[in-house]
């Protein structure tokens, strides 16, 4: 056996070198040698050791019910797991074993092991630039891209959160490169054939040729790996997986994984926090929510697609019934894409199957309740024209409550199968004679209290009690005392109960054979079940919005090549999580201002109004509606943002050049059609670095015409409202009372965006509300006031010793004095 073991385990070893073999013995999966030691400390098991005079090998083993459980722990620590299963029943040789399943974290399709979002597995290239493949096994979805920089790479490879990464030989033979994408994508790295000729015969293999989309080396390089490989850990069972898309990064904004974590698209920076996604996740089934994640990580730059969808929401907005029913209906779905991907990997189980019927026949019920007319909501209707031949089939074949697996037994219908019934029929046959033989028996010997019974030892039988065992007949033969009684048999009794045995595990064969080949049949519609599964999440996602905009009072934005106009906007996640009570800001960016300095003191709501703009123009190029009671927006090759402090420990970088690297991104790639939002740039350095390194690159913005919200304390920056035609000035109302907290004084934020810029940051009042000791506030208000005056004297002194006194008039004169007497009177 140990040497069955060591040959299985060097075969998954030449395919997967990290894999533990899970190796079934009876009722145990084990482990022996290394892979025990290491399994053993992965999963907290018990180390024992299998002796024997010639050898002495470690072992660690886990039962057979708790495998499922150990796989997601060892998938969760990034190993990959092979199970061996025996295929035979033990007898008095070696039992035949067979790996029957290989895990991987990017591969698998087993429900119990996926979360509902999408399981992508990624494979990378190099070349003319860099190429991503992601390939999600569990729905079919395969997609390829190519990206000019390493940075563009990372964003989207950010987005699509991959568990399992294949790297290409020259990326994973880089040792900074190497260091690099480790420390950005904590995933498990596997190995893969990135071979081109290997690649290219994977693709015509698979596809019947490599498609020309894929225009350079790389692209097929990545395509092939990650195809090879999931080849492998399904066993050659991937007809799921009929088409390449390949998307252009350009063809979609520009989102970075700097932009989604600032926006809390899907992770919130606080542990309790909200998401975006948390807050339109209305959806009724898996595929749904994995679509609304598609859309948020791709908005459209189409204006075309983005008032298809538009009025799709609209429409379904005004129907309230329609959106009733439609999603009454969605909610009794279940996971479509998925259950094809399982069906067309020959691995559904019968109940998956069933439920594949079961959501297949409310295809032409949903169809129904679309109108029948040109639009995206027409589009869907056609596809999600039913498949009457796969419901028939599995009704046909399957009854309606099917077992868990495949080997229990009643499974198959009565009157599908004319062998199985006739299996099945003599079976009973037999049964009905044992029906029958307790009251022949008690008859013909005169003992009422005969029975026929059964256990797992001695089969059937006839039991006597001992008051009755004079009477027992001759033909009887005892095969057990007990204290009262007795059991029997007798040769026909065996016969009868050997030709059961013989009748059902005939059938039990054959019910296999005949799902098994019920399942098979279904891969053919693999095609036209992911056309259908896609048609059914992008009618949930369009019905969530159009619920969500109902529900929440959100408005049509109207897709504008003018000025992009927000009347009385909400930030979507802050709005709900105070319960509705939002102050909300109008907003305007126009040819005429389009770049906002936004001033006011910490915690009045600078970032949140930030925010809220990139939020709404983000909600209008996935199709929604927006939380505003009126919008005009254009449509935004990119949302670039650089909001909130975090230092990257690992990669040695400080919060500042963090900061800064995000922010040179930001500089190389914003243009007139972009939308940039800015909080506090420049905050990780002296003074007077941050505040010329933040007006330099505010001029630089407002040169290129990108549509800027910059907010900042640097007071110094609002006087550029003078020399910069369409720079305008902005506040966050604010107001010090004085009287509050015993004349000590207090602060009252309005949240209110208003004209002009604030006259002070009222840091010190925000150190009051945050708790620090009156000493120390007192002092620090004392302090600013010398630093205040202080700063003045250096700034007039400034002025004066550039002043050319020979080309003042007197008038002029006169008026250089009088304002600064004013100023210092003021201060």
Known sequence: M???????????????????????????????????????????????????????????????RA???????????????????????????????????????????????????????????TGDGYALALLDVSTGEFRTAAFHTRLALYDELSRHRAREVLLAPELSGNPALLSDFQARFPVMLSPANFGEDASRQELAAHLGEVPGTLSTAALVRACGAVLGYAKLTQQGHLEMVRRIVRFEPGAHMRLSDTAARALELFQAQSPQGVTLMDVLAQTRTAGGKRRLRAWLRA????????????????????APDLRGAVRSLLYRAHDLERLAARVATRRATPREIAALARTLELLPEAAGLLPAQDGLLGGIRARLGSLPDVVTRIRAAMV????????????????????????????????????????????????????????????????????????????????????????????????HEREIARLELAAGRLEVDVFTELRDSLAAHAEPLAEAAGALSE????????????????TRPHTTDGP??????????????????????DAELSPHRFTLLLTGPN?????????????????????????????????????????????????????????????AAILH??????????????????????????????????????????????????????????????????????????????????????????????????ARLAGLPAPVTNRAAKLLTALNTSGDDRKLMQELATLDLSRLTPMQALEVLHRWQREVTRE
Request: net charge negative.
């Open 2 to 64: 140990l040497e069955q073991y060591v040959q299985m385990r060097d075969d998954v070893a030449a395919q997967l070198p990290h894999a533990i073999l899970l190796f079934q013995v009876g009722d145990f999966y084990e482990t022996f040698g290394e892979d025990a030691e290491r399994t053993a400390r992965l999963l907290s098991l018990a180390l024992t050791h299998k002796s024997s005079k010639d050898f002495s090998t470690p072992m660690a083993g886990i039962p057979l």
């Open 67 to 125: 495998l499922d459980q150990n796989v997601e722990k060892l998938l969760a620590a990034g190993v990959c797991v092979a199970v061996a299963d025996q295929t035979e029943e033990a007898g008095s040789g070696l039992v035949e074993r067979k790996v029957t399943q290989l895990l991987t974290p990017g591969t698998v399709t087993e429900e119990r092991h996926l979360s509902a979002d999408e399981n992508y597995l990624a494979a990378v290239a």
């Open 299 to 318: 908005p459209l730059l189409d204006e075309l697609s983005i008032r298809a969808r538009l009025d799709s929401v609209e429409l379904l907005t005004r």
């Open 400 to 495: 309606d409550d099917p077992p868990i697996r495949i080997g229990d037994g009643g499974l198959i219908r009565d009157g599908f199968h004319a062998e199985l019934d006739d299996l099945r029929a003599g079976a009973m046959g037999h049964r009905e004679w044992l029906a029958q033989l307790e009251v022949t028996e008690r008859a013909r010997t005169g003992i009422g209290s005969l029975k026929v019974g059964y256990n797992n030892v001695f089969g059937y039988y006839l039991e006597v009690t001992g008051a009755h065992l004079s009477k027992v007949p001759a033909d009887y033969r005892q095969i057990a005392t007990l204290k009262d009684r007795a059991r029997f048999t007798r040769p026909d009794l065996r016969e």
């Open 539 to 554: 009618l949930d996602v369009l019905t969530t919005l159009a619920e969500i905009a109902a529900e929440k009072g959100w």
């Open 564 to 585: 992009a106009t927000l009347r009385q906007a909400r930030h979507p996640v802050v709005e709900q999580a105070t319960g509705g009570k939002f102050v909300p800001n």
């Open 603 to 663: 915690m009045a709501g600078k970032s949140t109004y930030l925010r809220t703009v990139a939020l709404c123009a983000l909600l209008h190029q996935i199709g929604s509606f927006v939380p505003a009671d009126g919008a005009h927006l254009p449509v935004y090759d990119a949302i670039h943002t650089r909001i909130g402090a975090s230092d990257d420990l690992a990669g040695g970088r400080s919060t500042f050049m963090v900061e800064m690297t995000e922010l």
């Open 669 to 766: 790639s914003a243009t007139h059609r972009s939308l940039v939002i800015l909080d506090e740039v420049g905050r990780g350095t002296s003074t007077l670095d941050g505040l010329a390194i933040a007006q330099a690159a505010l001029e630089h913005l407002h040169a290129a015409r990108a549509h800027t919200l910059f907010a900042t304390h640097y007071f110094e920056l609002t006087r550029l409202e003078t020399d910069h035609p369409g720079l305008i000035n902005l506040h966050v109302a604010a107001e010090e009372d004085e009287t509050k907290n015993g004349g000590t004084g207090g602060l009252t934020f309005y949240h209110q965006v208003i004209p002009g810029a604030a006259r002070q940051s009222y840091g010190v009042e925000v």
